[in-house]
């Protein structure tokens, strides 16, 4: 052991609000460096433990638990590198979301616009003629209409599906909002705007909710590179990439 003073469990969970069980959990994980185990077994954490808790839970704000786990665990098995590519992958894919919500405001302004297309042909389009023309399968169409987010008319004596201009313009809404991650709730409100005043206001506002929630996501993330950076600088002040106080293995349970 060092001279550095020596943290229970619970000295690290009430520093984060957590239970003790979810910092034994957190070692377990790699989130946390192994700990050093007293003679009788029990955990031994430092500030090294506290630092790597706090940038955790700062990195899982922005990054989600799943990333913010990867982050910590490789860094802590000795690869910084491949733990700040990590970073970096979030990071891209995040831009990625951004430029498709560009891309699909964009693309939806223009066909909230727009009057219906007109059709291939007269008398309305079959589902699987309307899957050809999107690009999709027939039961997504299908899913689409269960949630309630299209109501093509059924055909008499045979029941099958007629879509007429504006179900295909729907259709093409409700594609070009899921290839966005949009749910289902959030599509709703569009396609009841447009078939109820033909506005697209409520497309507008779920564009810009959703380039809210990222502009928080990203303050979120700046954030915890920033705890991680600190965490960093202490590992390197501490002479080792890991963070590891670790002595003898001891038991688990404790």
Do not use: C, K
Request: glycine share 10%; charged share 25%; aromatic share 4%.
């Amino acid at each position: 052991m060092t001279n550095e003073r020596r943290l229970r469990p619970v000295d690290l969970a009430r520093s984060a609000g957590v239970s003790t069980q979810q910092i034994r959990n957190y070692e377990d994980a790699g989130v946390l460096p192994p700990a050093a185990r007293t003679a009788s077994g029990y955990r031994a954490f430092t500030e090294v433990h506290r630092g790597a808790l706090l940038a955790y839970r700062t990195l899982m704000r922005g990054y989600g638990p799943v990333a913010a786990t990867r982050i910590m665990r490789t860094l802590h098995e000795g690869d910084a590198a491949d733990a700040l590519a990590l970073v970096d992958a979030a990071h891209a894919a995040l831009h990625e979301e951004r430029v498709s919500l560009r891309a699909a405001s964009e693309a939806l302004e223009l066909l909230a616009a727009e009057p219906p297309a007109p059709l291939p042909r007269s008398g309305g389009l079959r589902i699987g003629e309307v899957a050809a023309l999107l690009g999709v399968r027939t039961s997504a169409l299908r899913v689409w209409e269960a949630a309630g987010l299209l109501a093509p008319r059924r055909e008499r004596g045979t029941g099958y599906r007629v879509y007429e201009p504006a179900d295909v313009r729907d259709a093409r809404l409700v594609h070009t909002l899921r290839r966005s991650h949009y749910l289902f709730d959030q599509i709703r409100p569009v396609l009841e705007g447009l078939r109820r005043e033909g506005s697209s206001d409520a497309l507008r506002a779920a564009v810009a909710a959703r380039g809210e929630a990222l502009t928080a996501r990203t303050r979120a993330m700046i954030e915890g590179s920033g705890a991680l950076h600190t965490y960093l600088d202490r590992l390197t002040g501490a002479g080792t990439t890991t963070g590891s106080t670790a002595g003898g293995p001891g038991p688990s349970a404790r």
